[in-house]
């Protein structure tokens, strides 16, 4: 699984930093990147669509393993 | 304090003839929300006419349309100002408000606010500190009110001495001078006043800072503030330090003292806060979500329909993102705080560009308060008349607490 967000929508509400610290970057606007090449490690694939839920400007995209 | 608004003609009907001054409003405007919800945009002759969509997805369209609406005037008023002043970002459109954000976005960060922590653990240690012994308090007059204007001055670089003079311009401008704009515009002049004369001072090399505050104080960063190497001009500078002082009040003095109304009368919920403290993040986006204090305005500049309302060129809208966060479409059993909600996409820091500065400085605010309170009124009730504020910033200005 892999988490993406679209920069172009981010608001900053930095909602997803705090559900899922460990899949997010902050950038010195309080903007947020995915972390790394957003790959989520096995085990945290809840917290990434916990983030997703509660970004209030849908600018967090799942892309779920193939198969 | 005097009292903001002064007799005006009930509302006949509130799909029509809506008027968020009315009394009605102001203690309980979570029915009168459902029931615009089925129009679902309501207008109003009053205000010299003005919109008000209460379903999610119309608040959002309308905040994402940036090329129909403009943040010229914010604030719906009985009597429009002709020449608001400006107060950027949150007045300003695009393409010019991206940089009137970015000079303030670098100190709001959450890792920015998470050095403030110690100071707000303190201020809220003090003021429980003065009343705990009592075994009561008005926890929005001796608790809430005190948290962010300590902090908003120590981050603006005034001394905290004045709060109580903050908090009376606030009333004025916020309140008082929605409907009386002599009172609002008196109280905004001395504001400014105040702030020039603060940054006289720093062009002497003084400062009243509070001598451990920030390096960079957000006066100084607003004095230094330029774009393509043109300074900011002086009403920019002006407005955005008057913009800061304003909604870091409040906003957050309502949405703290909201949060501990629910906790006093929800005896489930404070003690799954207690036992449950990592529930906290998730539990504030959720009194965030039921309470959300700010409603905010736009003016329609283009002539556009939205939701199949003809809305004209001169009219306002009244963005209530708390009628938002209660719209059931957008979340199941919007009514009820659900402490550990999942999906709460939640607008009340607003929605698109013009996203609240002070968002991360509002939420750790209110972790804090909360939290502080818990460790040392474990147990406490609403006890007496909680009476709201008038105006467009929804909040306890009178909530008193029993304890054990």
Excluded at chain 2, 92 to 105: F, G
Excluded at chain 2, 366 to 374: D, H, K, N, Q, T
Aim: hydrophobic letters at 40%; proline letters at 7%; charged letters at 30%.
């Amino acid at each position: 699984m892999k988490v993406r967000v679209n920069r172009d929508i981010c608001e900053g509400h930095s909602r997803c930093k705090s559900l899922a610290p460990d899949l997010f970057d902050l950038d010195e606007f309080g903007n947020a990147t995915e972390a790394g090449d957003g790959t989520v490690p096995a085990g945290m694939e809840d917290k990434a669509r916990l983030a997703k839920a509660n970004c209030p400007e849908f600018a967090i995209e799942i892309l779920e393993d193939e198969g | 304090m005097t009292s903001a608004t002064p007799k005006r003609p009930p509302v006949k009907d509130w799909q029509t003839d809506w008027d968020h001054l009315d009394p009605r409003w102001r203690d309980n405007p979570f029915e009168i929300w459902d029931e615009m919800r089925q129009c679902p945009i309501a207008h109003t002759d009053r205000f010299q006419g003005a919109w008000l969509p209460t379903r999610y997805e119309d608040v959002k369209t309308v905040s994402y349309d940036t090329e129909h609406f403009t943040s010229r005037r914010v604030v719906i008023r009985d009597v429009m100002i002709d020449d608001p002043l400006p107060a950027p970002p949150i007045t300003s459109d695009p393409p010019r408000h991206k940089a009137d954000k970015q000079v303030l976005l670098p100190f709001f960060t959450p890792a920015e606010m998470a050095k403030l922590e110690p100071k707000a653990r303190r201020i809220c240690n003090e003021l429980i500190d003065g009343f705990i012994a009592d075994g009561r308090c008005d926890a929005a007059q001796q608790y809430a009110r005190h948290i962010p204007v300590r902090l908003i001055a120590f981050m603006l670089g005034v001394p905290v001495a004045d709060s109580d003079l903050f908090i009376r311009w606030i009333h004025e401008i916020l309140e008082v001078g929605i409907s009386n704009n002599d009172v609002g515009q008196a109280a905004t002049k001395e504001m400014r006043d105040y702030f020039r004369h603060h940054i006289a001072l720093r062009r002497e090399g003084k400062t009243e800072a509070d001598p451990d505050g920030p390096a960079e104080d957000l006066i100084t960063v607003m004095m230094n503030g330029s774009l393509n190497g043109v300074p900011f001009e002086d009403n920019h500078v002006l407005g955005t330090l008057n913009l800061l002082m304003i909604a870091g009040i409040d906003t957050t003095w309502s949405a703290i003292g909201a949060s501990l109304m629910h906790l006093g009368q929800t005896p489930a919920d404070r003690q799954r806060l207690i036992h449950e403290p990592d529930l906290m993040p998730m539990a504030i986006e959720e009194l965030l979500r039921a309470y959300a204090p700010v409603t905010m305005a736009r003016e329609i500049k283009k002539d556009v329909e939205i939701g199949g309302c003809p809305m004209k060129k001169g009219e306002m809208v009244l963005l209530s993102f708390p009628a938002a966060n209660r719209d059931p479409e957008m979340f199941p059993d919007a009514d009820k705080v659900v402490l550990d909600r999942a999906e709460n996409r939640h607008g009340a820091f607003g929605l698109g560009i013009h996203r609240c500065v002070g968002s991360n400085l509002a939420r750790m605010e209110m972790s804090i308060a909360i939290e502080e309170w818990l460790k040392r009124v474990p147990d406490f009730r609403v006890d007496g008349e909680v009476k709201w504020s008038d105006g467009t910033v929804r909040g306890p200005r009178q909530l008193p607490m029993a304890f054990g």
